[in-house]
Every structure is written in C-alpha cells, then in structure tokens.
C-alpha cells in the first residue's frame, strides 16, 4: 500500500484518502498556485495506527523518503543547525471539523537550529518567536500539557512589559518564554523537550493521527453525523512564515459572503503573525480590504487566485494564507460552509454566471437548509431595546437566558430553559454549550472564528464580534458601552440575519421564504426577494425532475389548505381520532357503554354529522385532490377519561354518598379496557372488527361529504385506509362493509361514489404478506412510525428518553430510526410490500405517510424504492418536494 502522496501526486477527487485538506493542497499545487512544498500521509495510515496502535509497515520508510525529496526540493534539511527546513503537521480528515483536530508548526525547531533560523532570517526575534510557539503547541498538542500554564507564562511576559500585545514583546521576552516552557514541559511529563527533529515529526503525526478519537471530535462527528471510523490524513507542510515582521502577516477570507451569498471581499488579516492567531483572537484582525494598502502587490494576487479557485471549484471557496516578506503563499482552500440562505443564493448566482447548470444548483442545496430558511423572523415592527451590533454569523432569530459557559448551557437547557451562549469568543471547548444554546452572540472575533463557522455548520444562530459589549465571564455578566448590564438569567435577543443584539424577548414573524410559499411575500427589491427568487428557481426545477408526489398529513381544513399552498398534491393521511375529541368524547362515552344496540346506534348517529362535516371542509380545502382518510386509529381509554382522576371521583362521591351512576359505569369500563400494551391492544381495525357499526359510520361520513361536495359543484376524491391490518381476513372483512355502505350511499345521493380502499402497512406481518393483502387493498401507505415500533420492539413513547442517548453515544445506531429510515430493517420490508403488491396487483397505489416522509435522507430511499408518494406534515412539504427533486437528478 502506498500511504503517502506528494502534492503533486494528489487532487481534489481523493478526499477520502487524502482528507479534504490534503486533496485540496494537492490541487492548488497542480492549478500552479503558490502552495509550499509538502505531502499528504493517507486516512488509511491513520485507520491502520488506530486499530493497530502502531504505525502500519513501511510508513515510517515512505515518510523519510518523501522529506528527503522535500528537503532535496528545497535545499534545506529539517532542523538544519545552520538553514532548518522547519514543516507543520497538519490534522485534515474527509470532512472539515473546524478546529476540532490537531496542528503543531514550526517543526524542526530546538537550541540550535534556533540560531540557525535567526542567521538565515536575520531576525532573532523571529527565530525565538518561533520556538516558543513550537514548544507551546508541541506541549499541548503532542504532550497533553494544560495550555493554560503556557499561556499564563506569556501573559506574565507581556504584564512585566505593560503591554497586552505579543507585539511588543522583545527577542530577550521570546528567549526567556522558551526557558519557562521548557521548563513547564519538563515539570509536566518529567522529561524534555524533544530536540530531536525527526522524533518531533513523527511524535506530532502520532497526536494527529489520535486527536481523531479526541473527546470534542467525536462529538462534533456525532452532531454533524460524519462516520466514527474515517481516520485523519496528516499533511507535512514546509513552513512559511507570517511572524517575520510587519511586510508578513496571515490570513483568512471567504471568496463570497458566506452568511448572505453576497459577491464581494470577505476576510480578516493580521500582520506579523502565524497561522491561528487570526482566529485565536489574540489581537484585532484587519478586514482583508485594508490588505490593500499594507501590500498592494500581495491583495492583487490574492483576488486573483480567489477568482481562479471559484472557476476552478465553480463554488463559494474559503482560504488560509500567508505573507512572507511580501510574498504570498496559500495554505489551504476548501468549498466553504455557508449558511442556508446563501446557499441558496449563490446556487442561483452561479446559473446566472454560467459556473454551473440548473440542476447543479438543486444538487447543492438541502432540505435541512430549505426547513431552516422556514423558522421565524424577528418582527421588525415590534419595539426593541437596542443593546448592542456585532457581526451577522449565522443567521435566525433566537431569544433565551443569558449563560456565560458551557456548563451552565447545558444543565440549563436540560431543564427546559431556551439559553443564548455569551463568550469572549468561543473555542472547542465550548461545543457542548453551543448545541445546547438557542443561539450564540462572542464579542470578538470576526466571520471566520470559531464560533462563526462552528454555529453556520450546526445551523444555530450566531452573532459574533459585538465589540461594544464587554463579556466577564468570571463575574457572569456583560455591560454595554452605555454601562447597561446584563447579568446571568437575563433574556436577550440575537438576530443572526443583521447582527442585532435586544434586550428581553422580541417577538417573532414568519420568513419571507414561508410567506413565498403562502403565496404572500411582496416584493421589497432587497435581501429576501434575492433569496426567494433563489427558491422559487430551485424549487419549480426540483419539481419539474422528481417521480415522486408528494401529499401532507392533514387533519384539518386549515393544514389541508396550507399544505396545499405549500405544494402537497392531496392528504396522504386525515386522522380521524381528533373528530372523537372535546365536546364529542360524550359521545363517545356513550359508545363505548351501550349495553344495546339502541344504544350505540344513538351514540354513532350523534357522531356521523359532526364527522361529515369535518370531511366536507377537507374534501373542500383539497377540492380536485386526493384525500386518504384513516379510520379510526388509537386504543379507546385515550377517549376516555384518566383512570386515577376517575376512581378519586367515584370514590369521593361514594364517600360522600351520592355516586354518579355513570362515573360508576364509566369506571368499569375503564377498568375493562385498560391494556397493559396500549399500542398492541384493540386498536386500528381491530376496534372496527369489534365494535359494531363504528368504522361503517366513518364510511357513511365520507361518503355523504363526498356526495355533498359533489352536489355542490366539487371534485372530491376521497380514499379510505384501514390501519394496523395483520392479515387479509380482517382487511376483507371491513372492506365489504365499506363497499356495501358506499354502494347505499351512492345509490341515496343518486352520485357514483367509488373511492380507492387501501391499507396502512404498518405491521411486519402486513409486509410479508403484502401480496395476499395487495388483493383486498388498492393502496398500500407504510406507516412507518408505527412499522418502525414494530420491526425493532421499540415503543417510541418510552425508549427514546430512556436509552436512545446511550445508544447513539455507542454508535449503535448514527440517527434515531424514527427520524431517518432505518433502511436495512424497515427499509427491507418496504421494499419487500411494494414488489409482492405490485406484483399481486400493477395498479397499486404505493405511499409513506410516517414521519420519514419528510425526512431528506429518508426520501431519498423512498425514490429508489419507486413510491409513488410521501406524505408528511405540512411545513415539511417544500422540504420533501425538494429531496424528492434532489433523489431524482
Ligand atoms: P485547521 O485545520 O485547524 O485550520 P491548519 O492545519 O490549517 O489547522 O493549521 C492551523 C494554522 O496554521 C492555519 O492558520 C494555517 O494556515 C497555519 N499553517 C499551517 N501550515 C502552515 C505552514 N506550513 N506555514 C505557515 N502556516 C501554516
Ligand atoms: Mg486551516
Ligand atoms: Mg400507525
């Protein structure tokens, strides 16, 4: 097995060997940018050390090799006495993870090439600069030392100096700083500093390839569900550097505004410095625009590569430089996150601009971004207290307590609380406190830092660099520039969309993009009207391409209409259990007591015109559309009053001796229907089969709105779904009565009132016997959540609060199987019904209607299987339209 490549030897296509980083640094390099010379040490090294815990055969062999053409190359020898070649050893797996793994620079350092590098550079400053850096990330980084106890050193360093800039700290500072950090080395691990060049090397390529298991890392993997067992590259980079005086400097920039899609010049700079400290914060950054006076030669190039790598990508690219004495050098480029609404936004510019086509702009939006563009907006009609203006991160609209750490996040969040994070900045550390916060606001640091990029990847609201605000974390609390003070516990409002920091809670109002959809938003000539053009473009494509329909879960009127303005194409599933609800659980009462059929005959005659016209209001609302009705669904005690509020009542009347004969009846009718097992007792067709005349009094219902619909001008198609069938016996059965109530009514209304009779395919017996059942049924609709309860004996209620964390902290399963399909188990049965039931019958209609029907990944699979539709709640409708468009390209 080769296990590393040159630069020259990589490109782009191979980030699953080479990581993103290394891929990309292979492809600038063979584009003919100026990338320093290095090579790439492959995920599969690092797969191979994790699960041997040592370096694979004929490593070490090929990385000596490849330095000494690196040396060759340059004319320089790692750790060279008298001309170092000093390197990095870059972390870069597969999927970027901002900050998450390991980098330590200035390899090739010790006490004697130090004097080495300061002859050659003629800058002793430089040289000791270098050194103490390398001791202080080699000793967080490779040795695991606090980095507090560095940083400690170097703050003592700069007070003794009565500065707080590292600026102002002299060559005797940096040689006096690398003595103490010695010294801390070896008071923390009991030995040296390594001074061995090459023992540094491959003891940092060891950290890298571990920082791949490192606590902060793993969750992140988790939260972004990026696979457990990728593995990192390693890239051996030779230095370049940033920190030799004021004509060098580092750099980061968006080639794009990665928060709006706007074109333009997006990036910070900072003289005399090295890698992290443009996002480290350790001094103000300069926007990249100011580059252009400090070295106009340098900003020119820079665009112009900024612009060949956006050709080159035909995409939105982020980039890492350096100057050195003027000239410029790129570090790393990578298509960069961006947040939902840009990118929808640049999708769309770069169709206009000719980058790519059509259906490359649905390919690289989601449904995840669509749904976040579909959360409210802060109402710019309401008062607000201004407190603040920091920088738009990643947009939305959140309002929460305010929390000053990560810990106090979390354990509040846990207990309901809606928090915002307030921090300095942010750093890996505080990832557990940014899933758990509402929204994210730092006073310093611009759209690149760390909690700029790490809240755009998770979707979380963030405004970063409010410099006006002074964060004291100790004290918990932050005071404005005015002298207003906000303490721990305080509501605030962050909009992540313009920046604005308000005081207490603002209220909110829906997005321009649902009012699009709405068919409501009225053009502005701004930012939202780009942004649903950008919509409206992809979304008419994503329609015009997908095989699959897409229907809404609607049980009213009112979701039936929305889901229709959002696209649906008819009700894939109207429960019915909310029309046996409020003032009719009476009703119902009285059903499920009769003792005659006098009795239950009177109860459901009570209940068939309140249901017809509950129909004739959705029929209506989805006039010219199916609608699929469930028959009633749930065990009878939800209708029925709680069994311990009840006895209490009994027994307190008895005790007071006037017991309500019915609360006496009732009680033990309680008593007879409770189930140890609700959700496997008598519900779904088995109430049908049990209590007379209920399901044909459904039927009736339907049938009779669709009668009325239809005499008044309509267009009604309505389709009847019998759930929780296990066998065709039963599903024969209620079908003839449904058939035999049909044909009466349409014989009444003088209307041909022939609907579809289906069933839901929600039992795993229904799935392996769907060929049998496929002769009773038109349609088939997997009921996925309740398929899904079945084919794992999960009940839904119950096992994902008491153990689904674990199991996803184990990696038993990546994502809740209630949220995305499990394709191997319950996807095996879908697949399996739909081939058995079209093969007993080519007609059958064939749908979803759990909730997966709206999950992306989900219906991905769906589209594979051949569905016909899915059908999921209403505001996810846009958001299944678009996967269904995405699956089909
Ligand atoms: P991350 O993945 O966290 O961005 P990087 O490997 O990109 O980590 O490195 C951290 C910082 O060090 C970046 O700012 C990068 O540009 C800088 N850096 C990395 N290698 C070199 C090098 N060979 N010369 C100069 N700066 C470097
Ligand atoms: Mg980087
Ligand atoms: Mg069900």
């Given at each position: 097995t080769k296990y590393v490549y040159d630069f020259a030897e990589g490109n782009k296509d191979l980030k699953d060997l080479l990581g993103g980083k290394g891929a990309n640094?292979?492809?600038?390099?063979?584009?003919?940018?100026?990338?320093p010379p290095g090579f790439t040490i492959t995920t599969e090294a690092c797969r191979a050390y994790l699960t041997d815990g040592q370096q694979p055969d004929g490593l070490r062999a090929e990385i000596a090799d490849h330095l000494t053409r690196l040396e060759a190359g340059i004319g320089r020898r790692l750790g060279d006495p008298t001309d170092p070649l000093l390197v990095s050893v870059r972390s870069g797996a597969k999927f970027s993870m901002p900050g998450m793994m390991e980098t330590v620079l200035n390899v090739g350092l010790n006490d004697e090439s130090v004097h080495g590098l300061a002859t050659q550079s003629g800058s002793e400053r430089f040289a000791w600069d270098s050194y103490r850096r390398l001791i202080q990330m080699f000793g967080k980084i490779v040795l695991g030392i606090d980095p507090e106890r560095f940083d400690g050193a170097l703050e003592d360093k700069k007070r003794a100096r009565g500065s707080d800039s590292d600026l102002d700290l002299t060559t005797d500072d940096f040689r006096t700083l690398v003595a103490a950090y010695k010294k801390i080395v070896r008071d923390s691990t009991g030995r040296d500093f390594p001074q061995e060049p090459a023992e540094q090397m491959s003891q940092a390529i060891r950290a890298v390839f571990e920082s791949w298991n490192a606590e902060r890392a793993i969750l992140y993997r988790r939260q972004e569900r990026i696979p457990a067992d990728l593995g990192t590259a390693v890239n051996i980079v030779a230095m370049v550097f940033g920190n030799l005086g004021m004509d060098s400097g580092t750099g980061v920039a968006f080639t794009r505004d990665p928060a709006s899609g706007a074109q333009g010049i997006y990036g910070d700079y900072l003289q005399n410095a090295q890698g992290e400290d443009v996002v480290a914060g350790i001094r103000n950054t300069v926007p990249l625009e100011r580059l252009a006076d400090i070295d106009r030669g340098s900003y020119d190039q820079l665009l112009d590569i900024m612009a060949t790598l956006e050709r080159h990508y035909r995409d939105l690219c982020d980039i890492e430089f350096t100057i050195e004495r003027g000239k410029l050098w790129m570090l790393q480029t990578r298509v960069g996150k961006r947040t939902a609404a840009a990118a929808y936004v640049i999708a769309n510019q770069l169709v206009?601009?000719?980058?790519?086509?059509?259906?490359?702009?649905?390919?690289?939006?989601n449904g995840a971004q669509l749904a976040q563009l579909m959360f409210p907006r802060f109402d710019t009609e309401a008062k607000r207290e201004r407190l603040a203006r920091g920088m738009n991160a990643s947009p939305g609209a959140a309002v929460g307590k305010v929390v000053f750490d990560s810990y106090t996040a979390v354990k509040w969040s846990r207990s309901g609380e809606k928090v915002i994070l307030v921090r300095r900045e942010t750093n890996p550390d505080d990832l557990n406190g940014m899933i758990a916060?509402?929204?994210?606001?730092?006073?310093?640091?611009?759209?690149?830092?760390?909690?700029?990029?790490?809240?755009?990847?998770?979707?979380?609201?963030?405004?970063?660099?409010?410099?006006?605000?002074?964060?004291?974390?100790?004290?918990?609390?932050?005071?404005?520039?005015d002298?207003?003070?906000v303490e721990e516990g305080d509501v605030l409002s962050i909009d992540g969309s313009n920046g604005m920091v308000y005081r207490g809670e603002v209220p909110v109002v829906s997005s321009p993009v649902v009012e699009y959809f709405e068919g409501r938003h009225e053009p502005t000539g701004v930012e939202a009207d780009v942004l649903v053009k950008a919509v409206h473009r992809i979304m008419t494509?994503?329609?015009?391409?997908?095989?699959?329909?897409?229907?809404?879960?609607?049980?009213?009127?009112?979701d039936a209409a929305r889901a229709r303005r959002f696209g649906a194409q008819g009700v894939g599933l109207c429960r019915t259990e909310h029309m046996f609800l409020g003032d009719r659980r009476q009703h119902v009462e009285r059903l499920i007591l009769a003792d005659t059929d006098t009795e239950r005959e009177s109860a459901l005659s009570a209940l068939l015109p309140l249901q017809r016209d509950d129909f004739v209001g959705i029929f209506t609302a989805m006039n010219g559309l199916p609608v699929t009705v469930r028959l009633l669904d749930p065990p009878l005690h939800e209708?029925?009053?709680?069994?311990?509020?009840?006895?209490?009542?009994?027994?307190?009347?008895?005790?007071?001796?006037?017991?309500?004969?019915?609360?006496?009846?009732?009680?033990?009718?309680?008593?007879?229907?409770?189930?140890?097992?609700?959700?496997?007792?008598?519900?779904?067709?088995?109430?049908?089969?049990?209590?007379?005349?209920?399901?044909?009094?459904?039927?009736?219902?339907?049938?009779?709105?669709?009668?009325?619909?239809?005499?008044?001008?309509?267009?009604?198609?309505?389709?009847?779904?019998?759930?929780?069938?296990?066998?065709?016996?039963?599903?024969?059965i209620i079908r003839a009565e449904a058939e035999a109530v049909l044909a009466e009514v349409s014989r009444e209304s003088g209307a041909d009132l022939h609907c579809l009779i289906g069933t839901m395919i929600e039992l795993p017996r229904a799935a392996l016997t769907a060929g049998q059942i496929a002769g009773a049924a038109e349609f088939f609709s997997f009921g996925t959540n309740d398929l899904t309860q079945t084919v794992w004996g999960f009940s839904r209620d119950d096992v994902e609060a008491?153990?689904?964390?674990?199991?996803?902290?184990?990696?038993?399963?990546?994502?809740?199987?209630?949220?995305?399909?499990?394709?191997?188990?319950?996807?095996?049965?879908?697949?399996?019904?739909?081939e058995e039931g079209r093969a007993a019958r080519p007609e059958l209609k064939v749908g979803v209607c759990g909730e997966h029907g709206g999950d992306p990944d989900s219906v991905h699979f769906f589209h594979q299987v051949g569905l016909d539709y899915v059908s999921c709640s209403p505001f996810r409708v846009p958001v299944a339209r678009l996967e269904a468009g995405r699956a089909a390209l």
């Open positions: 640094l292979a492809e600038m390099t063979n584009i003919g940018l100026p990338v206009d601009e000719g980058m790519i086509d059509l259906d490359e702009a649905v390919r690289r939006v916060a509402e929204g994210i606001l730092t006073s310093r640091g611009g759209k690149t830092s760390h909690a700029a990029v790490v809240a755009r990847g998770m979707g979380k609201t963030c405004v970063c660099g409010a410099e006006e605000l002074d964060v004291d974390t100790k004290g918990r609390r932050l005071t404005t520039r002298g207003l003070v494509r994503a329609d015009e391409v997908r095989c699959l329909g897409v229907r809404a879960n609607a049980d009213t009127p009112e209708f029925l009053p709680d069994i311990t509020e009840l006895s209490v009542r009994v027994a307190l009347a008895e005790a007071r001796g006037d017991a309500n004969e019915n609360d006496l009846r009732l009680l033990q009718a309680v008593h007879k229907l409770h189930e140890q097992n609700p959700m496997l007792g008598l519900r779904g067709v088995r109430l049908g089969l049990v209590i007379p005349g209920l399901f044909t009094m459904q039927v009736r219902a339907i049938a009779e709105a669709a009668a009325k619909c239809r005499a008044d001008g309509g267009n009604p198609h309505a389709e009847i779904m019998i759930p929780l069938v296990g066998t065709v016996q039963e599903l024969e008491a153990f689904f964390s674990a199991y996803l902290e184990k990696g038993i399963f990546g994502v809740s199987p209630f949220e995305t399909l499990d394709v191997d188990g319950v996807g095996r049965l879908v697949r399996l019904a739909t």
